[in-house]
């Protein structure tokens, strides 16, 4: 599908135009460039949709782009000179030498000037090509918030022109949380997207993973929270290919066919944990992938030391309140301690929360304890609060079977 083959494009490709424009024009121009690769990406849809898609969609695209903002150089009265022009025959990607675009675009983003949320909101908008309901909804922020948060990032980059190149010691060392955060975040959200109707984006999660793996390999970005960073997106990873069924229905852990779960993965999950856990670090993402060696390192869902989770959990509940981190802790808390247990630590520990993931594992401790009608109440309320079409008929399943045994 044409719309497949754009979306495709608009997360691997636009931050590359866009840090080459960048870097080349600088960031005062920002909104000029943003509406030429906007145009492009148009143009691409209407012209795509009748005629074969060009052998290089990324240089053509770059061109119809090119046209179009020196179109408004001109109405502007601006007299910048062309970069060097591609066409469709060679790749200007592959051709360049330059290799880390979107990584340069991330730095920028993420300049001291900047406050850490303008920093990630510019980062997911510019460098992931996220929207901003995916922004807001991986932010746990409101789309107006979002919105006005992104237009005053967006000024304080172009007032400040930034530049794109990495930079060094100290400076560097003060933008390289938000990159992981960045990294991190994008990784989660195609590995479990807040919208749209798929239950994942790999092409997403191995873009993150490639970031990340790029930066591993410079040795001044060796640090023991990139270790983890990587450590536990190999071990997600590595359950890609288990975790949907070919008609895009997600496959829970317990149900995944392990012999589909990549050892490689985990091989190199496993090393990049050793290499994480050899500083004394408690970073969030030595957390995960703590969690995540658990549930990997066994052969059977039968086998999860699910009292060791809980351990784990327990351990980084001393680190300060999250409540990502409580709700979840209740799906383990249900599998060690019970049902009674996960309702009254869930009810003690975790406020309501307007978003799914919230009722449907309020659904699942009221299953287990046989209260059937209020486990549906909950899983109704997720369905409204869900943007994922994938997601919906998950939760849409568990109101049936719900629904089934309270009728008996």
Same mark, same amino acid.
């Given at each position: 599908? $044409?719309?497949?083959?754009?979306?495709?494009?608009?997360?691997?490709?636009?931050?590359?135009? *866009? +840090? *080459?424009?960048?870097?080349?024009?600088?960031?005062?121009?920002?909104?000029?460039?943003?509406?030429? $690769?906007?145009?492009?990406?148009?143009? @691409?849809?209407?012209?795509?949709?009748?005629?074969?898609?060009?052998?290089?969609?990324?240089?053509?695209?770059? &061109?119809?782009?090119?046209?179009?903002?020196?179109?408004?150089?001109?109405?502007?009265?601006?007299?910048?000179?062309?970069?060097?022009?591609?066409?469709?025959?060679?790749?200007?990607?592959?051709?360049?030498?330059? &290799?880390?675009?979107?990584?340069? =675009?991330?730095?920028?983003?993420?300049?001291?000037?900047?406050?850490?949320?303008?920093?990630?909101?510019?980062? =997911?908008?510019?460098?992931?090509?996220?929207?901003?309901?995916?922004?807001?909804?991986?932010?746990?922020?409101?789309?107006? @918030?979002?919105?006005?948060?992104?237009?005053?990032?967006?000024?304080?980059?172009?007032? %400040?022109?930034?530049?794109?190149?990495?930079?060094?010691?100290?400076?560097?060392?003060?933008? =390289?949380?938000?990159?992981?955060?960045?990294?991190?975040?994008?990784?989660?959200?195609?590995?479990?997207?807040? /919208?749209?109707?798929?239950?994942?984006?790999?092409?997403?999660?191995?873009?993150?993973?490639?970031? !990340?793996?790029?930066?591993?390999?410079?040795?001044?970005?060796?640090?023991?929270?990139?270790? @983890?960073?990587?450590?536990?997106?190999?071990?997600?990873? +590595?359950?890609?290919?288990?975790?949907?069924?070919? /008609?895009?229905?997600?496959?829970?852990?317990?149900?995944?066919?392990? +012999?589909?779960?990549?050892?490689?993965?985990?091989?190199?999950?496993?090393?990049?944990?050793?290499?994480?856990?050899?500083?004394?670090?408690?970073?969030?993402?030595?957390?995960? !992938?703590?969690?995540?060696?658990?549930?990997? %390192?066994? &052969?059977?869902?039968?086998?999860?030391?699910?009292?060791?989770?809980?351990?784990?959990? %327990?351990?980084?509940?001393?680190?300060?309140?999250?409540?990502? #981190?409580?709700?979840?802790?209740?799906?383990?808390?249900?599998?060690? #301690?019970?049902?009674?247990?996960?309702? &009254?630590?869930?009810?003690?520990?975790?406020?309501?929360?307007?978003?799914?993931?919230?009722?449907?594992?309020?659904?699942?401790?009221?299953?287990?304890?046989?209260?059937?009608?209020?486990?549906?109440?909950?899983?109704?309320?997720?369905?409204?609060?869900?943007?994922?079409? !994938?997601?919906?008929?998950?939760?849409?399943?568990?109101?049936?079977?719900?629904?089934?045994?309270?009728?008996?």
């Amino acid at each position: 599908m $044409i719309q497949d083959k754009i979306d495709h494009w608009f997360r691997h490709e636009y931050s590359r135009i *866009l +840090s *080459l424009f960048l870097s080349k024009y600088g960031a005062d121009n920002i909104e000029l460039i943003e509406d030429a $690769i906007q145009e492009a990406l148009y143009k @691409a849809m209407r012209v795509w949709s009748y005629q074969k898609s060009p052998e290089n969609p990324s240089g053509w695209i770059f &061109k119809v782009a090119q046209n179009h903002l020196f179109d408004q150089f001109r109405k502007n009265q601006l007299n910048l000179e062309h970069p060097d022009e591609p066409n469709e025959e060679q790749p200007y990607l592959e051709n360049s030498g330059i &290799k880390d675009e979107t990584l340069q =675009l991330l730095f920028a983003c993420c300049h001291p000037k900047l406050k850490s949320q303008e920093s990630i909101i510019l980062c =997911l908008k510019f460098a992931t090509g996220f929207g901003l309901n995916e922004i807001a909804r991986v932010l746990f922020s409101s789309y107006e @918030a979002t919105k006005k948060s992104f237009q005053r990032a967006k000024k304080h980059f172009k007032e %400040n022109n930034l530049s794109l190149s990495i930079p060094n010691g100290d400076s560097l060392t003060l933008r =390289l949380q938000r990159v992981f955060k960045v990294i991190f975040l994008m990784f989660t959200e195609g590995y479990r997207p807040s /919208d749209g109707e798929k239950v994942l984006k790999d092409d997403v999660c191995f873009e993150a993973l490639r970031l !990340a793996m790029t930066l591993y390999q410079r040795e001044h970005f060796h640090h023991s929270e990139l270790y @983890a960073l990587i450590s536990l997106m190999c071990f997600k990873s +590595s359950r890609i290919e288990a975790r949907t069924h070919k /008609d895009n229905e997600f496959i829970s852990l317990q149900d995944q066919d392990r +012999s589909l779960w990549s050892e490689s993965l985990i091989e190199k999950g496993n090393q990049f944990y050793s290499l994480a856990l050899e500083k004394n670090n408690h970073s969030e993402y030595h957390f995960h !992938a703590a969690v995540e060696s658990q549930y990997v %390192n066994v &052969k059977s869902f039968e086998d999860t030391d699910w009292n060791g989770l809980l351990n784990i959990y %327990n351990f980084w509940r001393g680190k300060g309140k999250n409540p990502a #981190l409580e709700l979840n802790r209740i799906v383990v808390v249900l599998k060690a #301690l019970g049902p009674e247990q996960a309702l &009254k630590e869930l009810e003690k520990n975790c406020r309501e929360q307007n978003n799914h993931l919230y009722f449907v594992i309020k659904g699942e401790v009221l299953f287990n304890l046989n209260k059937f009608e209020q486990a549906i109440g909950c899983f109704e309320k997720a369905m409204t609060l869900s943007h994922n079409s !994938a997601e919906k008929n998950l939760i849409k399943a568990k109101i049936e079977k719900a629904m089934h045994l309270n009728n008996k």
